[in-house]
Each structure stands twice: as C-alpha cells, then as structure tokens.
C-alpha cells in the first residue's frame, strides 16, 4: 500500500505559440481532474517564455491548484532573479523549482550565476522560509558532470543550500533510481526524491530528448520502439507498458513520489495514473 505522504505531480510548458494556449488550457483541464499535488510550469532557456510561466502559474493559481514555476540562472542577473521572486511572492506562490538551465546559442558569457546552487542560495537569502525549493536530480548522472562521485557532490552542494525536494530527469531503468537515493543518503541528504515519468508516445521525439539530456533509453527498449515503425498504435502500447511497470516498481520499491512530464498531452498521463490508483493525501 502506498503512503500517504507521496507526492504525485505533473509539468506543462508555456506554448510558443498563440492559438496554443487555448489547448493547454483545455489539456490541462483534464489533467487537473487526476488531483496532482502541483503543476511544474518550465521557463525557456534565457527566459524565452517568461510571460507564458508567469500567466500558467497565476492560471493555475486561480484554478484552485499549486503551481511550481521554473527559474533558471544561466544568463541571469541577481536583479533578474531577485524581480522574478518578488513577483512570484506578489501573486501568493510558495513553491519554486530552481535549476541552472541552458543557455540560448545567441548568448554570449554573460550572467552572475553558473550553478543551480548558488541560485539556491540566493533565493534563501533573499526569501527565506517563503519558497519550497525543488531541484534537479539524475539518476543517469548529469550529462555534463565529469564523473558519478562530482554529480553526486554538485546535488549535496544544492541540497546544502537550502533545496527543499528533488525532481528526477526522466529516466526507464529503476535501479538507477535506487541507486541515486542510496548514494545521496550515504552522502547525508535526506530530502525526498521525486522520480521524473516521461510516457513514451513518440520514439523520435524521445530519442532526440534523450540524447540532449543524457537519459538512457536501455538497449531492448529501443530496438522495440525502432522495430514498430510508423504503427504508432503498436508503439504506445509497448510504450505504456514499460513505463506501467517502472512506476510500479519505483513504489513499490519506496520512491517519494511520481512527477510526470505531460508535454502537454493529458491521456497518456492520465491513463498512467488512473491505472496506478494514484491520490494525493
């Protein structure tokens, strides 16, 4: 029986374009029919979609939900950062993810942070006990980081700053999971984890994503969705399969909770979750 105190979440992203808005508006209806905990809102690299976070976030605000807006650093001031957070506090929101973010290809070496921690950290300084603050976490290790003790190293140093909870870069084997939490708790972190849910609908997609960020897509489970093709139907099957059994082992076996990446698509997730029994308490 899962506990009580498990957090069950979901992400959507600002649409880039107009006519868009109005369909996550109504994706998200459905979505906010599952009761999640929260719903992350991402930032685009450089603040490409500052507007767009700022209005989902107050949306889902005065919807009756928690929203968590992303704030990235890369590329930011301490005064940028400092308006984002006094604005956030201005509409009544408690809850932030704070991550170091990419910077844009136009960009040049500009900015006073370089690492998700010190974002941590200023935000503490700056708001105290106001934000819950979530971080990044990968089970995969970062794509970056020149090894797995220095990954393990750069999320005690986030979690030393004032990180409140872990999120989890999608991920499909749940060891690798297991694995981080175990290592994290031998460093001394005892905040929850969160595992990141990515359903699987589009191979293409999930190759291309994958690649950039570092996530391993495990060796049978590619050559089964290459094998599928144009049928898409075959392809979701298999897909929701895989990532039914991986949420079930990663409670069974403890994990905190499930954050599932929606990319602003309701039934896949919705499926997931209706067949996991999830609730919030």
Known sequence: MMSSQKSFSIEVFPPKAPDAVAELRRIRAQLELLGPKYFSITYGAGGSTQQGTYDISLEILNEGFEPAPHITCIGATYGKVREQIAEYKRMGIHHIVALRGDLPSSYGEIGEFHYANE????IRKETGDWFRIDVAAYPDMHPQAPSL?????NFVRKVKAGADVAITQYFYNPDAYFRFVSDIRKAGVDIPVIAGVMPITNYTQLARFSDMCGAEIPLWIRRRLESYGSDLASLRAFGHDVVLDLCRKLLEGGADGLHF????????????????GLKNS
Do not use: K
Request: net charge negative; proline share 0%.
């Open 119 to 122: 974002l941590v950290e200023f």
């Open 149 to 153: 003790s220095e990954d393990i190293a």
């Open 261 to 276: 990446y929606s990319l602003n698509r309701a039934e896949a997730t919705a499926r997931l979750w209706r067949e996991l």
